[in-house]
Structures are given as structure tokens and as C-alpha cells.
């Protein structure tokens, strides 16, 4: 798909084109569910509600870049179209606006300009995907008319992972631009996702009102709930019925059936239709990309008095030459009630796509086309190596530079993250994580605990940063088998868990200390590579010092001796209250160990008598005891 344009655009001479006022009844609104909405003016400073009583926010949500500005504002008839965010290298290859959205289907909907907002005279090369699926990718040069104007371009997906992401991926070192973004709930079932699933994006490649201005989203006051903007006609209509021939049937009147769940398509749409005078076809052509299926709706209503009965307007409906089906409205709906029909295009061969009507009785008549690429959800990291990844991200502290935001491996037609390398599962159903390697990136922070939930961890590679704190315990997942972390500054002692599959272990330069797993040392006597070289204090193993006493303890070890020796102080301090006692009793008092007896000597002249073993005690418990000792 990477050399594909997957665009649809509106220039905006459409949009500043007299707008087709309607004085309909308004079809009542029916009550929505869907209540989430975002409209980002990307570049924008300042939240604003335009003319259309639509509100739009000042831009937010995005991982990096900065704002820019279309060279010619005034030319452009819309607020979010005159700003910009562009995303140069310094923020990194790939760059995302992430929203946190209830799980759920939404319309998202980019509004792309470039204008020579930069005075470069060069619209950039890039890639864009809609939850970790690349969907549209933008070559430079661009048509003239899209780069000076701008394109939208809208697609449907499912969002389950709690957050919308649109991603922008610069290929060579062109800075990805985006003039706005809307994000808006749709329902799950439209456009009959029972049956398609939820693991296709459906990419606008077309939609048709059909003898009526454009209108829906930036373009007139009639609602769509959804957000869909319709498209004219006219440029679609094929040759042979060309203008003359053409009839426009428009009505004030109510259409039954539009505005309903699931699809909720506009009663707009219906009250215009296109038919032909006299017996001919009635044609048009759609570009597309040949390599996916086409998903195509058809709207119709009869919107003619004098068609009263089933047979008076019959037609059929030929797709690349394909008889695909027989179409008599009234037969199916009554005149003046809204009428769909679905088909998908398998296995294309050209970049037409050819629908043309043909008359049986009467004249065609159509009111909307919709044509929609099926495009497969790539596959995404797995849910807890993502999660693993940010808390890697954040923990070390990982530059700008280096795109880190986004799914770390997904889309599969990109790199993954500056540094990663990513391959699918067993079972290719999700992306995992094989390898890290930011050696020498001048890292600061500290190796996150998460990454133990890398199972899939064959090498890593830290080296020659500024690392602080201790190895992870969770370090040394069954998969891994290279770990270079040397030249940092990891101090602490070296996990037991650190050994299990290694075959490549360096942590030279470092600061830990304490005893060196055995299991970890024997890599080296099985033909792996360990270099424990330039530590601080690390113990026990052949070429190092041997460990002080109770040193490679584990922690139960050391609690065992802490309470031993906590007892132990115990009775001293009882044997010693007790002589205190004694001696307040007796006036008489004991001596204390060497250090404090300067101290009380003053107090004290008397000499004591008391056991040796006593005695010896004392002193070794000098430094804890000086002042619970001192009876003042
Ligand atoms: C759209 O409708 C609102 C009232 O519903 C009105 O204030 C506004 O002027 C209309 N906008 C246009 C462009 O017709
Ligand atoms: C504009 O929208 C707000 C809610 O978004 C609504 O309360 C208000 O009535 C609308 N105004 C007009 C003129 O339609
Ligand atoms: C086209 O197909 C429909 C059924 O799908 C059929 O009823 C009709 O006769 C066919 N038309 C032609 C011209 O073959
Ligand atoms: C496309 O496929 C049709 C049959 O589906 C075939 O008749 C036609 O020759 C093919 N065209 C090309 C360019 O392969
Ligand atoms: C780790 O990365 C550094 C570059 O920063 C490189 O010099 C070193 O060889 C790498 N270590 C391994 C084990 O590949």
C-alpha cells in the first residue's frame, strides 16, 4: 500500500461554493449515544465554535512537534484549516495525536495541507495509520490543487484499546503535516460490521449526494450525526450521460426511513436524486487502489409523484461489467422512503471502479454512492509488552529524537521505535518485542521493573548511557539471551534471576557489588561471554575477591541473622537493666565500655567487678548503646 494515495479530497472550492439551503422539516433528532467527539484544530491556540455551531478545540493531544501556518490564510473559508502541526525530525520519525476515547467504532477525519507553510516549496513525504493500521500515505509532489488547498480524507474503525491514534510516520526526513483532526463515536453496527467484523477500517473512497450540493460536515447547517461529509456528484458522472442528459429530481418533502440506527444517514441524502432523460445509462466511475476489496452502498428513494406502483421504474445495477443486481424502489420501499443496497468488490484488477445503471422500465434513479476500502487491521503489540515499553520509555528517559510514541512495533510496514525490533507471534495474531538496543543514547533515568513483561526478549542493549539505580529483578525472562548493560552506572547486586538463558552477559564499568550469582558465573565456564570487569564491589566468584561473611545471604538469610542478633541485644539490654538496677540498689555502679568512660567517670569513681563475658558483650555493643547506657 506504501506507494498508494489514499485520498479522497474536497478542495476548497467546493467548500466556498453557494450552499444549498433546504428549508425542510428537520428530521427529529433522534436521541444519540454516541457522545464522544473531538475536533483538534491542530495548530490552533484557541478553542472556537464556528458558523456551523460546531465546536472545535485548540490543539492538544499530540506527542511533538510544533505549529505552523498556512502561507495564504485568507484563501482558506475555515478556522482549523489555517494552522497546522508539522512534526520535524527532532521529534522523531513517528508521531501520534492519542486521545482517550471509550472503547467503541469512530469517523476519524484529517484535514491535510501543505500551502509552502514552511517556504520550502516541498509538500512532504509520510505515512499516516488509524490504530496501528497505515492508511493513507502522502508522496511528494503532490497535485497542486491538493497541496495549495488541502485534502480530507475519513475513514471508519474500531477503537479497543481505550485511546484513538492517529500516527505519523516521515519518510527520509519530510516533516508529516496535519491542518485538523475529528475523532467522532459512530455506532458499532453501521455500515453492517456484523458481517464484516471488527478487524476491517473503512477508508472513504467516495460519497456521492447525487444532483445536490455537497453538504454535512463543513460544508452546510444539515446534520449527520456521524460527521460525514457528502460529496457531489457531478465530477463522477461518466461520458454518454453527460449534462444534457442528465435530470436532478429534488423534493422539500419528509423521506421515511433516513436518520435511523445503526447508519443514521441523513434525510439530505434522499431528498435529491440524479436520473437520465430518455433510455440512456447512467454511469459512474470511482478511482480506487486495486489491491483491496471495495465495500459500495447504494442509496435510492423515488422522489417522482407519478410513479405510483411496483414496475413503472426498474433498473439494474452493473459493477465492472457485472450484472450485480435488479433494482425497483417502489416495489421494495413505496416513493418517498429511503432504500439501501450493499455489495463488495472482490478481487479488483484495475483503479476504476465502473457503476452503471441501466434502465429496464423508466429511467434510473440513485441518490448516493458510497464506496469504501476494506482495509485489514494490522496486527498490534501485544497489550502488556506496550505497557512495558512506556514504563521503558519513561524509566530511561528515552529523547524525543527517537519517536518513541505510538504502538512500539505496529504498523508492520514501518520501523518500529528508534532502537526496536519487533517480529509477530507463534500464532501471528500480535506483534512482540525481540530486541532493544539503545547503546550510547545518553540515557539518564533507570531500567523500569516492566520489563520483565518483555517475554519475548532475545537482546538488549543499554550500554554507554547514564543509567542509575539496580538491575531489575525481573531481568532475565526465559527468552533472553544477550544482555549488555555495561558503561553505566547500575549499582545494587546482580539478580539471581539474572541467568537462565544468557549466552552474552556484559556488565563491565558499573557500580554493584555483592556476590555474583553462581548460576550466572557458570555462562562462562559453558562457552557464553561474562564480563563483570570495573565494579565496585563484586564477590565470590574465581578472578573476583571472595565475599565477607554473610555476604550473597538471601534476604530470609539475612532476616534469620537480623533476629538472631536482635535477641541477642535483647538480653544484653536485660542483664545490663538489671546490674543498672542492682547498682542504683546497691549504690553501686558498673563500669562502661572504653569510649564512654571518660564520661562517667566523672560521675563515678567507684570500680566494678563484674564478669568478663559481660564485660566483652558491652564493648562489642558499644556504638548502639550509648545512650539507653547513660544513667542520668
Ligand atoms: C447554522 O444554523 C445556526 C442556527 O441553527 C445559525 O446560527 C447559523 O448562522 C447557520 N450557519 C450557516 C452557515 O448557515
Ligand atoms: C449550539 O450548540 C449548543 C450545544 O453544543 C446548543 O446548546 C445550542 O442551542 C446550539 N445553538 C444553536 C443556535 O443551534
Ligand atoms: C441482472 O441480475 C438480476 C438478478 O440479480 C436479474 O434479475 C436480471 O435479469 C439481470 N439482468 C440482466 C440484463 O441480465
Ligand atoms: C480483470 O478481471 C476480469 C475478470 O474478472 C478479466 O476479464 C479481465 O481481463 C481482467 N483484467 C486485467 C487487466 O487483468
Ligand atoms: C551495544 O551497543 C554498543 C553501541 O552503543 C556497541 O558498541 C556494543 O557492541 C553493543 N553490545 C553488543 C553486545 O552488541
Same mark, same amino acid.
Given at each position: 500500500m506504501s506507494n498508494n494515495l489514499f485520498i479522497f479530497f474536497f478542495s476548497s472550492i467546493f467548500l466556498s461554493l453557494p450552499i444549498l439551503?433546504?428549508?425542510?422539516?428537520s428530521p427529529s433528532p433522534s436521541s444519540s449515544s454516541y457522545d464522544t467527539s473531538y475536533r483538534i484544530d491542530c495548530g490552533g491556540h484557541s478553542d472556537f465554535v464556528n458558523n456551523f455551531n460546531i465546536s472545535w478545540l485548540s490543539d492538544r493531544f499530540y506527542t511533538g512537534g510544533a505549529n505552523g501556518?498556512?502561507?495564504?490564510?485568507?484563501?482558506?473559508?475555515? $478556522? $482549523?484549516?489555517?494552522?497546522?502541526?508539522?512534526?520535524?525530525?527532532s521529534s522523531g520519525k513517528k508521531n501520534?495525536?492519542?486521545?482517550?476515547?471509550?472503547?467503541? =467504532?469512530?469517523? !476519524? =477525519?484529517? !484535514?491535510?495541507v501543505y500551502d509552502n507553510y514552511d517556504g520550502k516549496l516541498h509538500p512532504p513525504s509520510f505515512d499516516l495509520s488509524v490504530e496501528?493500521?497505515?492508511? !493513507?500515505?502522502?508522496?511528494?509532489?503532490?497535485?497542486?490543487?491538493i497541496s495549495k488547498n488541502g485534502a480530507y480524507s475519513d475513514l471508519f474503525a474500531f477503537v479497543n484499546d481505550g485511546e484513538? +491514534?492517529?500516527? !505519523?510516520?516521515?519518510?527520509?526526513? +519530510?516533516?508529516?503535516?496535519?491542518?485538523?483532526?475529528?475523532?467522532?463515536?459512530? +455506532?458499532?453496527l453501521a455500515y453492517d460490521s456484523t458481517s464484516t467484523g471488527d478487524k476491517l477500517l473503512l477508508v472513504n473512497y467516495g460519497r456521492l449526494t447525487c444532483g445536490s450540493n455537497s453538504f454535512g460536515s463543513g460544508f452546510s447547517n444539515d446534520t449527520d450525526i456521524f460527521g460525514r461529509a457528502w460529496e457531489s456528484d457531478k465530477e463522477f458522472r461518466v461520458g454518454n450521460s453527460g449534462q444534457s442528459s442528465i435530470k436532478v429530481l429534488t423534493t422539500l418533502k419528509n423521506i421515511v426511513g433516513t436518520n435511523q440506527k445503526p447508519n443514521h444517514f441523513p434525510m439530505h441524502l434522499y431528498q435529491s436524486g440524479v436520473t437520465v432523460m430518455g433510455k440512456g445509462n447512467l454511469e459512474y466511475t470511482l478511482s480506487v487502489d486495486a489491491k483491496v476489496d471495495y465495500l459500495l452502498w447504494f442509496h435510492f428513494a423515488e422522489l417522482d409523484d407519478s410513479v405510483t406502483g411496483a414496475g413503472k421504474r426498474v433498473f439494474d445495477i452493473f459493477i465492472n461489467q457485472k450484472n450485480a443486481t435488479r433494482i425497483d424502489i417502489f416495489k421494495q420501499v413505496g416513493s418517498f422512503a429511503a432504500l439501501n443496497w450493499q455489495y463488495t468488490v472482490k478481487n479488483l484488477n484495475t483503479t476504476d471502479l465502473r457503476v452503471k445503471f441501466v434502465p429496464v422500465v423508466g429511467s434510473p434513479l440513485v441518490s448516493g454512492i458510497e464506496n469504501y476500502a476494506l482495509v485489514p487491521k494490522d496486527l498490534a503489540t501485544v497489550p502488556d509488552q506496550v505497557i512495558a515499553m512506556r514504563a521503558l520509555k519513561q524509566s530511561l528517559r528515552v529523547p524525543d529524537r527517537m519517536g518513541w510514541n505510538g504502538d512500539p512495533c505496529a504498523p508492520t510496514s514501518w520501523d518500529a521505535w528508534e532502537g526496536v525490533t519487533c517480529h509477530p507471534n507463534k500464532d501471528k495474531t500480535a506483534l512482540v518485542v525481540s530486541q532493544i538496543d539503545v547503546g550510547s543514547q545518553g540515557l539518564k533515568g533507570y531500567i523500569s521493573e516492566q520489563i520483565s513483561?518483555?517475554? %519475548?526478549?532475545?537482546?538488549? %542493549?543499554?550500554?554507554?548511557?547514564?543509567?542509575?539505580?539496580?538491575?531489575?529483578?525481573?531481568?532475565? $525472562?526465559?527468552?533472553?539471551?544477550r544482555l549488555d548493560l555495561s558503561a553505566n552506572r547500575l549499582s545494587g547486586r546482580i539478580p539471581d534471576s539474572l541467568a537462565s538463558n544468557l549466552q552474552l552477559v556484559i556488565l563491565n564499568d558499573n557500580q554493584l557489588e555483592g556476590q555474583v550469582p553462581e548460576q550466572l558465573y557458570s555462562i562462562g565456564i559453558h562457552g557464553g561471554t561474562i564480563d563483570l570487569f570495573g565494579n565496585k564491589g563484586l564477590c565470590g566468584v574465581p578472578s573476583l575477591p571472595s565475599c565477607p561473611l554473610f555476604e550473597g545471604l538471601s534476604t530470609a538469610g539475612?532476616?534469620?541473622?537480623?533476629?538472631?542478633?536482635?535477641?541477642?541485644?535483647?538480653?544484653?539490654f536485660v542483664i545490663i537493666y538489671l546490674c543498672y538496677i542492682r547498682r542504683r540498689r546497691n549504690d553501686y555502679d558498673f563500669g562502661l565500655p572504653q569510649d564512654l568512660i571518660s564520661l562517667s567517670a566523672k560521675r563515678n569513681r567507684y570500680q566494678r567487678q563484674k564478669s568478663l563475658m559481660l564485660l566483652e558483650m558491652e564493648t562489642q555493643n558499644t556504638h548502639r548503646f550509648p545512650t539507653t547506657l547513660n544513667p542520668l
Open positions: 439551503h433546504l428549508s425542510s422539516p501556518l498556512v502561507s495564504e490564510p485568507l484563501l482558506f473559508p475555515h $478556522q $482549523q484549516e489555517k494552522t497546522l502541526r508539522y512534526f520535524p525530525l501520534c495525536y492519542i486521545v482517550n476515547v471509550p472503547n467503541g =467504532r469512530y469517523y !476519524f =477525519r484529517t !484535514f491535510t496501528g493500521t497505515q492508511v !493513507f500515505s502522502w508522496r511528494s509532489p503532490w497535485f497542486e490543487e484513538a +491514534d492517529v500516527c !505519523f510516520y516521515s519518510i527520509a526526513t +519530510d516533516p508529516p503535516v496535519i491542518g485538523s483532526l475529528e475523532i467522532i463515536q459512530i +455506532d458499532p513483561l518483555l517475554l %519475548n526478549l532475545v537482546s538488549l %542493549n543499554l550500554s554507554s548511557n547514564s543509567l542509575e539505580g539496580t538491575i531489575p529483578s525481573g531481568l532475565g $525472562q526465559k527468552s533472553l539471551v539475612k532476616i534469620t541473622i537480623g533476629s538472631a542478633c536482635l535477641v541477642v541485644l535483647v538480653v544484653v
